[in-house]
């Protein structure tokens, strides 16, 4: 068994929603398929995987540092001990080597969207979902078929905004979800308080909200924004402050009794490792996004596991940033607290299938094997495309 | 004026030593020119940076990134506001919108490609060598015409590795350098004593040896070393282990008397600000080696040097990494410690021009405008080509 062809292609993210204050429409994604000489109704298994999103693809990074070092082993130095699959570690060792420490930025996803397709082969080989290889891997022992989702979104409107985020949110509701996240820190305080009443009315208290600052505020505006939303008891305060600024993170805890939830900025096990040093996140409370998508794949985001539960932390603190097909299996797989997504934007990359069950705010992947990214109809076509 | 073309290349570096034990053949550097619609003596008047050495090109993320960003701007937006050359921080700013927070690593290095050629444009507008246009940009007040510089190698060699390792230094000392780096952490630590031992007998003191571990020991081992090459009072100790992991710099330093040294691979001043809370770094004491052109360019180099200072630090304490001409430049305009160099190899963008005086270890550029690259005689063709 081995793997006859590395594919990557760049993958526009589409579907964008134009008064967000991002600009989805610049971010980009690579799409990898490892293609094996194993044959399933005469077509040929082939792993998918892509760098998470809301960052770039990393095609420089794969064509001339990691596919040429993977070119150069022998097939079957790829092959798991068992010889049912292939090593993810394995094939991520080679594809880094010659790599400096350090400087965990955009090769954290370039070698992730190779390792991801690494599981999603592995899962299809043995015919079941990938959350189902990912258990029995990693020993992870747990029954649910199910985890909790939260919608993303709660974007600012240049008009009628109270009205339009309503809207939105209930739109939301209708799909079947029953939490939401909400971005902050554009504007006065003021109006995002009301942004936030406007969102605990639809979703019927606090314990459902989440705020987003994406990193805007300073110490100081941390702090005040931290005071002015202690009262609504919201699910979590995410991402105050710069990502690596683990003072900010360490001082706002200590003075807001609400969750903090930050990581989905820190690529690295050695950075996680900072956070749970010098951040202040508390046992059983705070919230960790990291994103293997995002930070070399899954063989990485288990040490980050592990380095969480050494600290003390439980993987139920775990939401990874990206709502997509991959991550729904890597939370279900590794026993998380649950997933996010961002209906209708990201496409066709964010999101799930229609044979995903969504229903009271829990989402349940379907039994397609691997990631099951051939299920998503906006998505298949570039699968094929890159195969054929 | 205007900048009317922006072209980049990978370079490889080539004159690699192949019993070193970095394999200094895969890796690359992007050369990036600026070339503006000024002339001298009949040709354009061309800006040309590189991200540094001993990492990657970074091609795919200027070309997919960087530079389209660049393209879309009105040309004037790009100028200082005395009209006599380019902002380079302005340019850094346009290059990295859309570009989110954290993820230091790669996009560091292309940015710093293209940021450090519009410093090499400026001076050349100016008919100046860079280092003075560093200084009266940044205000620094230093009159000195050379900066101190040491030999980094003391590599491992297969067989007679004493005799070779003293040959090495000997030919360091023949070219004028009287400071000397070398390697340990590859094998037990009495063939590392031995081998201090030789590069002090060459030296005459340990003053003038540092030993560079690479970032390869964990926290037992760091403490091991520090204990066996304390009594020699080496000039310092080089990242002792993964360059992030401030606890085992700061445990480090609790027990050992003599300087340590660490930056390299860290890439953005919100890492070396950790490494400043967190690390343990002495004041008047402790190296810092952050690289410009690792680390998004001299604009983000200079708010390091500023984070120093606030912390107490000197930047006299400062001796980046990577020998070459343009850190050569940094160094003696923004009045660091001093510089390296790695005689022989990372060719051709590693390493001095001719025209440049090296006596009695200190190191003066030659007046040539800008960084003198075209001074460079293996460097000049790569130059020529890139821009006709």
Redesign the interface.
């Known amino acids: 068994m081995r793997i006859v062809d590395i594919r990557e292609v ?1 993958i526009d993210l589409n579907g964008a929603i134009s008064n967000a204050i ?2 989805f429409n ?3 994604v690579s799409l990898v398929a490892l293609i094996s000489d194993q044959f399933s109704e005469g077509k040929p298994i082939v792993g998918f995987g892509f760098n998470s999103i ?8 794969l ?3 990691m596919l040429p070092r993977l070119a150069k082993v022998t097939p079957e130095h790829l092959l798991s001990s068992d010889g049912c699959g292939f090593d993810a570690g394995v094939l991520a060792q080679i594809a880094m080597k ?1 790599e ?9 996803g370039a070698l992730a969207a190779l390792e991801l397709a690494a599981w999603d082969l592995n899962a299809k080989l043995l015919g079941e979902p990938a959350y189902k290889t990912l258990r029995r891997y990693f020993g992870v022992v747990e029954s649910v078929e199910s985890i909790p989702v939260y919608a993303a979104g709660g974007y600012y409107y240049p008009k009628d905004s109270l009205k339009r985020l309503s809207d939105e949110l209930l739109n939301y509701q209708d799909i079947g979800y029953r939490s939401f996240k909400i971005k902050i820190g554009a504007g006065e305080i003021t109006e995002d308080i009301s942004r936030i009443e406007t969102a605990i009315t639809i979703a019927g208290c606090g314990s459902k909200i989440a705020v987003d600052a994406n ?1 805007c505020f300073d110490q100081q505006q941390a702090l005040d924004m931290a005071a002015a939303i202690e009262p609504f008891k919201l699910r979590w305060f995410e991402e105050p402050g ?6 900010l993170n360490r001082n706002l805890i200590e003075s807001y009794s609400g969750s903090v939830a930050t990581g989905e ?4 096990s ?2 996680a ?2 956070l749970m ?2 951040g202040g996140m508390r046992l059983g409370k705070d919230i960790f996004q990291m994103d293997p998508g ?1 930070a070399y794949g899954i063989t990485e985001y288990h040490s980050i596991l592990e380095t969480l539960e050494e600290f003390g932390h439980q993987r139920k603190q775990c939401h990874p940033h990206g709502g997509h097909l991959i991550n729904l299996h890597v939370a279900l797989g590794l026993g998380l607290g649950g997933c996010e997504a961002y209906p209708g934007v990201f496409q066709p990359i964010g999101g799930y299938s229609s044979q995903c069950s969504l229903e009271n705010g829990r989402i349940a992947p379907s039994d397609a094997p691997g990631f099951g990214l051939e299920q998503k109809q906006d998505l298949y076509p570039l699968l094929c495309e890159l195969v054929n």
């Open positions: 760049t991002i600009n610049k971010h980009t809301g960052r770039f693809a990393q095609g420089g990074i064509r001339e540092r010659d400096k420490p350090g400087g965990h930025g955009d090769r954290a990193g710069d990502p690596l600024d683990f003072d900025n820190l690529f690295s050695m950075d490792r900072n040093r010098f995002l």
